[in-house]
């Protein structure tokens, strides 16, 4: 217990408080929580948001950054002055790059050629050495994670901060995110959802909450198309096999276990698996009905904490993670076009077509 009220006080001093914190590193992390009214009063269950993409790099990626190069700090293999190297096209690389300017390191980003230049353009705005390499399977020796990690290897002072198997990953969200959602809550937590990319944020949560409700809380894993996770965990861990084709979501659905998701991957009570077209449905669902404005990793997670609310029956209170907001996407989610050649168009319900205002 002494443990945990030390973990409690840590958070307690970081992100939104009514104190100062220390620069970027000290704004990460103590996000609101947030009820959202509309699918509780359908459920009759308590389900609830937290508002990752409130951290100061914009996504729930900043905190398994920061997680990692604390880390890499604290073991000796990070010093001052020194590089971070990762493989990455999303939000850790955003995450990565704002940590390292705020402690004074060099940042570079190996990711595939095939990225947007966009994604490129704004690691580049925070400073990052970005380097775009051919989209090779990861078979190859010239495939993004492999490069990043050899190069790391040729430089004195430098770390690969290997977010997919690095497992201070999932304890940063087990000593941060896991505690918050717990005060906050007051112990009140009866399941706990989201998907996973690297898989950080389902351990570190889901570990921290059943071992403070003393393995109550349920914990599920939710899933888009493409990925092998539903299979796995429904299987009872035999089954590998990609339920549906690709996903439009991002930073989400995975192909393996990762160190990260090991780590808790056993405990997990059940799995979701999530369709675009509900996803996609939820992003403007969320904007009219409560005025967020998510990306679709996030929406998927509301729409996963529903149908988990529905499994449990009324009377609970359900947490997920709102991963990030919808402007790194907008282009697409709101394009009339692109909704169109995705076929999901008509997943919009007729009511909330008069968002997607892009052609
Ligand atoms: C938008 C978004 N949502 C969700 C996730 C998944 O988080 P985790 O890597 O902790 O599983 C990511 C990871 O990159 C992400 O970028």
Redesign the pocket.
């Known amino acids: 217990m002494a443990f945990r009220a030390a973990i409690r006080k840590s958070t307690l001093l970081r992100g939104f408080t009514s104190r100062a914190v220390d620069g970027f590193p000290g704004a990460v992390g103590n996000t609101p929580l947030i009820l959202l009214k509309g699918l509780s009063e359908k459920t009759g269950s308590k389900i609830y948001g937290k508002a990752e993409f409130q951290n100061p790099g914009g ?3 900043d905190r ?1 950054a920061l997680g990692v190069i604390e880390d890499a700090e604290a073991s000796g293999r990070l010093k001052p002055g020194g590089t971070v190297v990762e493989d990455t096209a ?3 690389g955003i995450g990565l790059a704002h940590v390292c300017r705020a402690k004074g390191y060099r940042c570079v980003i190996y990711m595939p050629n095939t990225q947007s230049q966009e994604k490129i353009d704004l690691l580049r705005m925070l400073g990052a050495d970005v380097r775009p390499v051919p989209a090779v399977a990861y078979e190859h020796p010239a495939n993004y994670n492999h490069q990043a990690r050899d190069y790391a290897a040729t430089l004195a002072n430098a770390v690969w901060t290997d977010q997919f198997d690095n497992t201070a ?1 999932a304890r940063a969200h087990y000593a941060s995110t896991g505690p918050e959602i717990w005060a906050q809550r007051e112990g009140a937590v009866d399941g706990f959802v989201c ?8 351990a570190g949560v889901g570990r921290y909450l059943k071992e403070a409700s003393d393995g109550r809380a349920q914990v599920w894993l939710a899933d888009p198309p493409g990925s092998v996770l539903y299979s796995y965990i429904e299987s009872g861990g035999k089954l590998k096999e990609r339920r549906g084709v690709g996903s439009i979501t ?3 659905g995975q192909g393996r276990i990762t160190d990260n998701l090991g780590t808790f991957v056993d405990a997990v009570d059940g799995a979701l698996h999530i369709a675009d077209t509900k996803s996609v449905a939820m992003v403007y669902d969320l904007l009219d009905t409560e005025g967020l404005y998510l ?1 679709a ?1 996030s929406a998927l997670n509301v729409v996963a904490a529903y149908e988990l609310a529905l499994k449990l029956g009324p009377g609970k209170s359900i947490v997920t993670i709102l ?2 907001g919808a402007y790194r996407y907008q282009s697409r989610l709101f394009s009339k076009t692109w909704l169109r050649e995705k076929g999901l168009e008509d997943a919009i319900p007729e009511h909330l077509k008069k968002y997607a205002v892009l052609d």
């Open positions: 996504s729930v990626k398994a999303g939000n850790t990953n998907a996973t990319g690297t898989g950080g944020t389902l991002e930073g989400i990306g990793s991963c990030d």
